[in-house]
């Protein structure tokens, strides 16, 4: 294991090459991603408004929240496997032009005089499925389009893109709602995913079929069990995938107390616009981090980059968690952000690096799985319940506890080869 872990070297990119931005196939893609995260970002904001005017309901807009890492859990195994087996383009179309549907159908049932909240709850619920299984075959299909040894580049533009269309779409959305009703921004959210399945099909298909084998396929159980092997037999994939399961705790904790955070710490309640500044302080982290990260990685291997974003981001969350004025937390979240970014995006990239292309979407599914499905409600829930029995600094201290936690682990693991390697000379 150690060899794996402390060895485990990515070739670096390759010098002179043309920029992503003149590669048709993945400017595609990108524009793809971009415009469908627009619609996205808005939908995010008018969803759970639309729900509770129909039902004024506290859970069920709690559920509309859920729908977006529930499907992970539910799903995550079977949708991997799925992207592995047939045509990730062809996929990812598909998903996109149902998505369009399903949105779509919130219009016309308001049109018709139909709409329910139940309609709307399903539409969310079906749309994060849909965006599970978009997921998975992107996976697989951005490393046969790029290559990888451009894969820090190109998820580094990917989550750039989508941080920058999630600020403009959030704060789109409530200029959007005052002047076309909710269910009005849901279409055009639907559009939005119409506009991607085209410039997915201006990409060259050839190259992001899934690997075909010449033998008989294996059965679906197999198939999955497959990329579960994969996963827990790779010693550095195991551990960076135990790191980026601590590393979303913290976010889901982050972000499920920082209203609480604001108000009875820094002075910013009700709504006072200053809370806008908080949460777009640690989305806009993100667009610093995907620019940190390819320079990073031209320095650094995957593993060892670990060995020092990690420490900084709990220092990081520290100055947060101990600040008193909104102005230092603002500064501190927005740095928290970066270093946050960085770990996610280095771990996807090292994933999609080292998996075969075969496996890249039950492998990469399965990861997400445990993250996202599971690491972000869980941070929310643990750090919910420690603020109601221990105050909210304890609450919000349980993240920089993750963060600490998981740079503890890859400092152990460091450690151990490197005393197993002094051992062996």
């Known amino acids: 294991m150690t060899d794996s872990v402390t060895d485990a070297d990515t070739t670096p990119p390759l010098p002179h090459v043309p920029p992503l931005r003149r590669s048709p196939g993945f400017r ?56 592995d087996r047939v045509d990730r383009r062809a996929l990812m179309i598909v998903t996109d032009c149902l998505s369009a549907l399903c949105l779509g159908s919130v219009p016309v049932a308001q049109v018709l005089g139909v709409l329910t909240v139940g309609h709307v709850v399903v539409v969310a619920f079906l749309c994060s499925g849909l965006s599970l299984f978009f997921d998975a075959g992107g996976y697989g299909f951005v490393p046969a389009v790029v290559g990888k040894d451009r894969l820090a580049d190109a998820n580094s533009a990917l989550y750039g893109a989508e941080t920058v269309v999630r600020i403009i779409g959030n704060g789109l959305a409530g200029v959007l709602m005052a002047l076309v009703h909710p269910v009005g921004t849901l279409t055009l959210d639907a559009l939005s995913f119409a506009g991607s399945a085209l410039f997915l099909r201006a990409v060259a298909n050839s190259p992001a079929r899934a690997a075909s084998s010449s033998g008989p396929r294996p059965g679906f159980r197999q198939s999955v069990g497959e990329g579960l092997r994969f996963l827990a037999g790779h010693p550095t994939l195991r551990v960076m995938t135990v790191v980026g399961t601590l590393q979303s705790f913290s976010g889901g904790a982050v972000v499920g107390q920082l209203v609480v955070f604001a108000d009875r710490v820094l002075g910013i309640h009700g709504t006072d616009g200053r809370i806008g500044l908080l949460y777009m302080a640690w989305s806009a982290g993100g667009i610093g981090g995907s620019l940190l990260l390819p320079r990073l990685r031209r320095r650094y291997d995957a593993f060892p980059l670990l060995l020092l974003v990690l420490p900084v981001g709990a220092l990081l969350g520290l100055v947060v968690v101990l600040s008193t004025d909104w102005r230092i937390a603002l500064i501190a979240l927005a740095a928290w952000g970066t270093a946050y970014l960085v770990v996610l995006v280095n771990t996807m990239t090292y994933s999609q690096e080292v998996t075969p292309a075969a496996l890249q979407g039950r492998v990469n599914t399965t990861r997400r799985m445990l993250s996202s499905g599971l690491g972000v409600p869980l941070g929310a829930l643990v750090a919910s319940g420690v603020t109601v029995s221990a105050g909210i600094r304890a609450g919000m201290a349980t993240a920089v506890a993750s963060i600490t936690l998981a740079a503890i682990v890859v400092w152990v693991v460091r450690l151990r080869g490197l005393l197993e390697s002094a051992d062996e000379v």
């Open 28 to 83: 595609n893609f990108w524009f793809s991603r971009a415009v469908s995260g627009l619609g996205s970002a808005v939908t995010t904001v008018a969803l759970p408004v639309l729900v509770f005017q129909q039902s004024r309901s506290p859970l069920l807009v709690s559920l509309v929240a859920a729908a977006g890492t529930l499907p992970y859990l539910a799903f995550g195994l079977i949708a991997g496997a799925v992207a």
